[in-house]
């Protein structure tokens, strides 16, 4: 699925420069335990988390990550945004709850990891 239809699927704004519309996606995770995601080995993953800091970034680079969609609203700061810049990550948010992002995205043929 590529990364802009699941931003349009789930209200998101795109906060990072990266806003290729090619870049695509195959499996979801969702996580506030980022030992959690560092466990996972899967490839074009995208992780759905509600843990706005610097760890989910550093995570994300850790994991080859390509895309996090932040939820409940929840805002990322200026050096969230240049850390995910400096990797290639493309970073979303979202007004909608964990819970309701892994249903709309499940419910569109996003595959989960589990």
Do not use: H
Not at 61 to 75: G, L
Not at 80 to 86: D, F, K, N, Q
């Amino acid at each position: 699925m590529k990364v802009q239809e699941v931003v349009k699927l789930i209200n998101g704004t795109v906060m990072t420069g990266n806003k290729n519309p090619e870049v695509t996606v195959d499996v979801a995770f969702a996580s506030d335990l980022m030992s959690d995601v560092l466990t996972i080995k899967a490839e074009n993953l995208l992780l759905l988390t509600g843990l706005v800091n610097i760890q989910a970034i550093r995570t994300a680079e850790m994991s080859d990550i390509s895309c996090i969609v932040f939820a409940r609203n929840k805002n990322v700061t200026e050096e969230m945004i240049r850390l995910a810049e400096e990797n290639g990550i493309t970073v979303i948010e979202s007004p909608y709850s964990l819970f309701r992002i892994s249903g709309i995205l499940f419910i569109a043929g996003m595959a989960p990891v589990y």
